[in-house]
Every structure is written in C-alpha cells, then in structure tokens.
C-alpha cells in the first residue's frame, strides 16, 4: 500500500502551538511542500518573524534563523548575500511585515533581493491579542480600535502586495486565499512560483496569504472563512500583481 | 626634536593636502608623524584646518594647543589661530589675501604673498600653498625637499606625476622667497 | 613591510579585509563615512560584499543574518546609529553570534555633534539594549593600534561567540598616522557548525535569542555569565610609567595620550605621575589598574564624558584610593597643559592617600 498523505520532509513533527482554525497550519504545510518538491529542504534557510509564528523554527525541518520583529528581510538579505547559492525566504505576519518593519520589506524588494517572502495577512495581531494591525479593515473592531476602525484617526489599511509590485526591484508578488481547496491549491501554486523565482535568481518575490484568526476575530473557524471571503476579498483582491521575467538590477 | 604645526585657510586652499604631504615627508624620513584634520558639516567653501606633528619620539598627544608654527592661508585663520601659537614661535601668513597685522610681537613672522609669487613665477596659483610649504620647509628644516617630492610621488596617482616638476619649483621658489626673507630679518634684527 | 599614511578609519577597514571579512552592512553617519566608503570599493575587489542599508536598524540585522549564516561580518556607525543598532545588538548577543562593531563615538546626547567624544561608554560596557549580556570591548588609541585589534576582535567574536565593540573616536577616525599593515592569516580558524548553511545531512540548526520557558532563559543567562566570566582573561592595557607614581592617570583612547603627554611634562616638574590605558574596556583590567595604582594617592580619570570611565575605575580599585574626573564634553578635547593643572591640584591639595 503507498500512502497517499504524509507530513512533508520540511515539517518537524512537533505540534504547533496555534489555535484551532487559524490557517497558519495550512501555510505552514504548502511551503514545506514545495520545499520537498523543489528538493531543496537542505538548502534552504528560513526566517521566523515575531508574532505568532515565531517558533516557526520549531516547525520546519530546517535551518532557521529567529529575527527580531519586522526585520525578518534584513536578517535574509545577510543569509542570501552569505550564501547566494541557497535558499532563504521569510515568513512575516502584518503587523511584522507592513507596520514595524515597513522599511526592511520595501528595501529588500528594491534592491531585489533574491529572497522569497510568505506575508500572512490576517488583519489583526494574533500573538498579542487582537489589536489592531496595519492590514485592520475599516470597522473591524479589535482591543485596540473598540468602536471599529476609522480612517481618521486611525488611517486606512495597507494593500501590501499592490505597493510592492510598484517597486522596480519586485519580480513576483501575488495575493492568495486559504478559505477553500480551490484557493489553498492556487495558493500553493503562487508559493513554488515565488521559490522558483528565487532559484532562477530572477529576483524578489513575495506572496501575501489572506488567513483567518478566528480567536482574535471572535468567531468560530468556519464563521472565520465566511468573514475572511465576504470582508477581506473585496479589500484584498487575489491574484497574480506582478510576474516579471526578469528584473533588471 | 618635535615640530608641531597648524595650517589653516578656506576649504579649497590645498590646506589639507598640505599637511598630509609635510606628515607624510616626515614618514619618509622615518619620523614619528601625526595629521588630525578639522571637520565639519560644510563640504566646500568653509574654513578648514589640520593639525601636524612630526617628532623624533613617539607622539604622545596628537592634539596641538600650542603650535611651534602657524601656516595661515587667508584673515579669518590668523584671527583664529593666533593667539595659540607658543611663545616665540613661527607664523607664516599668505599676505596675498591677508590685509591685517599680526598682533602678537614675540613671533617670527614671514608674510608671503603665495598667490602674486605663483601667477609671476609659475603662471599657475593653483600651486601656492605649495610656495609657502616650501618657505616653512627652509625656515624650519623639519623635512627636506627631497623628502616633500618622495612623498609627492606616493600621494599622487601616477597619472597625475607630471604634475611633480611644476610643484617642485614651487617649493623652490617658496624656499628662495623665505632664504631671503631670513637674511633681511637679520640684518634688520 | 613599508609603514603608509592612513587615516583611522581607512587603515581600521583595510585591517578588517585582511582579517578575513568579507562582509560589511552599513548606513552614512559622520565622523566614520570612510569605513563604508573604503569598503564600499574594496570589497567587491577580494569577492566580499558591501550593502548601504536602508537604516541602521536594517544594517545590524543584516550583521546578524550573516554571522547566523557563518561569515566573518562588521558593520560600523556612530552615537546615534549605534543606540539604533542597540536592538540587533542585544538579539546577536542573545543568539551568541560572532560579529564587530565598530563604534566612531562622537558627542551627545540626542543628534549632539560631529566632533569626537567618549560619552558611549557605558553604552559600550554595560550591555547597551535590553537583558543582560556584555560585549568585548576594545579601544585602540593609535592607528596602528585600530588596525592591530581589527583582527584580534573577529578573533575573540568567534571564540566566544560574542560581539566584539571597538570603541573609537572621532579624533582616531579622521587622523592620519604611519601604520603598519601586516599580512594576517585570519581565514576564519573557527569551525562554525552551528551556523544555518542548509540542513545538510544533519538535523536543522536554529538561530534564537527566545527562550519561552523561564527555566530555560534563566538557565541561557546563567550560561551566558559564565562565558562573560571566562572573558576576564582577555584584559588588555599599557602601563605608563606607573611603577613609582603618586598620581595616575586613567584614560582610554585619545583621551590617553592626552594623559600620557602631561605625564611627561609632570614628570619634568618633579610630579610622579603615570597613565594606565585599559585596552579592553570589558573586561576591565581590574588587577593591573590595582597593581598600578598601588602607590598613587590620587587617581584621575581622563576623558571625554561627564564621567563615565570614572565610575568603572572608583569600582575596580574598590573606592580606596580617591578617584578624581577631569572630563571634557561636546567635542571638547582636554588639552595637555589642563591636565596637568588637574594633576597639580589634586597633588597639591594635600588630600588623598589611601592604600591598594
């Protein structure tokens, strides 16, 4: 008898520490999948940001580094630059990617760096407890914006992927869901494109994964997947932002 | 033996140069040498100055409070710099763009006016800091000229070496210039 | 070989290239811009890398992906940069990853000036961001010696997998001085096997600084103060006619040569003066200050701070000998004729004594 599911070579077996229903499981799973499929799991290096992933060294079969909150692209940019000929690809939540460590993403797609980046977008802090993060919707309530978030003073949420594919130096951004198969399984597409993008040293790629924190969001898992679909798509439109074959660097 | 000298003038004067080239003749002649430059938000046009030790023992304190000598290039240096220098020390002053009198009356002063002397004698001012270098290398002996052209040759990108023979007369001319100067200051002291 | 003339800060990078770094992530500060600059050109020339960071920040977390990943690494700034490298810092010395930091300290607080001072001791020697942990910390006070503790400093960043501070200055920066640039065999002695190269036929390896268990973090402090214990047998200073002196002077960097000029003009006024330069600044030479103050009745502290050093020297000789401070701010430098006024008043006060 051949098995038809196993857990990825990339995936330790360890269980991880996230809440029933949160989607990070899944996104966990589609780049070790890759990863196996690429045959690159030992050499590969991978960066766990600050937030809830955290101990995601814990969960992949990898060498991995632990970097210091929004500084994931930085602490990538010294790997990559190391070792040119490895694989190195981050994995940020929003508060880490698209608040405190704005500047270390956009220069690292500026200068191209060729790293792959996994940006786990659901709208919320997790780790902390549900404040509000950069990617919060307008009038989503969270611990820090009570009433519901407004534009003033609080400002409006930032659509990572569409800034990004503005810069010159990005190759390949793309915007995915994990609410159903169909969406996991194009998700898992746009991931091994973004490590592919990487391996043909073509330059910076990031894929931004709509998830679901069911916990913060006050919901159960499947009235989180109905929130993510009829909330974050329209403010959040998937697909492919930017494919370029080559960058010019 | 010790000689502690400050050079100061407007940024674009060749001050700068100047005292990395006298330390960097000293070196040639296997002295102890130091050079500490001013340095500021301005980028061009303001004042600059650097300080320059060359000393037969090891150099203890690069810092010069009190210079031995005072090379000054334009007015505001010589307001500045002065009242610093050690009593009965030597000051030499670009009296081409320098219209005031020193006040202190304890100093061997030698007023040169770089600017006319190289235009006359070089038909080039780009090379007058190097005629009061080589005023201060006749007065002070602290470095020889053979020492100031070795050094040229290692400060100067090879492409730039035939720009050796205009900067040696230059020092000659300054060295002509202080010769003379001494000898009147004798026969006037 | 043939000494040249280098300014601090050029001779300081061409020491660290010849000590085997090959990478270097920096930003733009005044009074170091040619420690990026010289690399900038030269190590693209020996295969290296230079990358201008978009900020500080971005630089020292670079330095720590790179030294996770293996390599011989430096990144150098001043004051305000280096408090803004001071969260790297703490991550790196947390992670135990080799690395230099060069510090071009110039006068504060807040933006302060451009010109030298030494005001970041304390930021320098008692750790400098969050948690406890140290960094070796070195302060060369000549140009030869900038370049002479390059090596040495990625030396003992790998051994202890720690990093490594050369605390400099403004003055040390800018100036010029003859210097001699040996030919060093630094390529990388230490095996790195911890280091993230790709999981190769062995199980992953793990750079971290979190340690979520508190019975695990307290048991990696304890660890980390054992190797900062076994660093005190790394102390470096220079002893300065200090044998017979009444009054010593104690200074580090520019600061002691300073001292060490009016050492000599108080010797030739009869004065038993001496300097003791402590080299590494942590560790501090505890024992070789005590031995050489062991006939001062006076000491006198010699730098560019309000009173920083001060504090370590009154701690080292165990308050038994009165310390005094002769402090210059702001890029202010003491000069040699007021620190010998310092030195005779306190000789001639009459006070003091004591006994080590």
Known sequence: MRPVFHRPEALTAIKTHYCPGCTHGIIHRLIAEVIDELGVREETIGVSPVGCSVLAYSYFNLDMQQAAHGRAPAVATGIKRVHPQKVVFTYQGDGDLAAIGTAEIVHAAARSEKITTIFVNNAIYGMTGGQMAPTTLLRQKSMTSPKGREAAPQGYPIRVSEMLATLDGAAYIARVSVHNPQEVSKAKKAIKTAFEYQMAGIGFALVEVLSTCPTNWGCTPTESLKWLVENMLPVYPLGVKKMQREVSI | ?189 | MAKVLMKGNEALAEAAIRAGCRYFFGYPITPQNEIPEYLAKRLPEVGGVFVQAESEIAAINMVYGAAGAGARVMTSSSGPGISLKQEGITYIAGAELPCVIVNIQRGGPGLGGIQPAQSDYFQAVKGGGHGDYKLLVLAPATVQEMVDLMGKAFDLADEYRNPVMILGDGILGQMMEPVELTEQNHTQRTEKPWATTGAKGRSPNVITSLFLDPVELEKHNLHLQTKYDRMSQETLWENYKTKDAELVLVGYGTSARIAKAAVDQAREQGIKAGLFRPISLFPFPKNALQEACKQANHVLTVEMSMGQLVEDVRYNLEFKVPVHLYGRVGGMVPTTRSVLEEVKRWVNSGEGGGNL
Not at chain 2, 44 to 62: H, L
Not at chain 2, 113 to 139: C, D, H, W, Y
């Open chain 2, 1 to 189: 033996m010790s000689q502690e000298i400050i050079l100061a003038g407007f940024g674009g004067q060749g001050v700068m140069s100047m005292g990395q080239l006298l330390a960097y003749a000293g070196l040639v002649e296997g002295k102890q040498v130091s050079w500490i430059p001013s340095y500021g938000p301005e980028m061009r046009g303001g004042t600059a100055n650097c300080s320059v030790t060359i000393s037969d023992e090891e150099v203890s304190s690069p810092i010069i409070a009190e210079p031995d000598t005072l090379i000054v290039l334009n007015r505001p240096s010589l307001e500045k710099f002065e009242q610093d220098v050690k009593p009965g020390g030597r000051l030499l002053i670009n009296s081409s763009l320098i219209d005031i009198e020193p006040q202190r009356q304890d100093l061997q002063v030698l007023k040169l006016p770089v600017n006319e002397l190289a235009q006359e004698k070089l038909g080039n001012t780009r090379v007058s800091n190097m005629i009061i270098l080589g005023a201060f290398i006749e007065l002070t002996r602290s470095v020889t000229l053979e020492s100031v052209l070795g050094a040229l040759k290692k400060v100067l990108p090879e492409y730039r070496h035939n720009l050796i023979p205009l900067n040696r007369r230059a020092l000659e001319t300054g060295m002509k210039v202080a010769k003379t100067e001494i000898l009147h200051l004798r026969s006037c002291g």
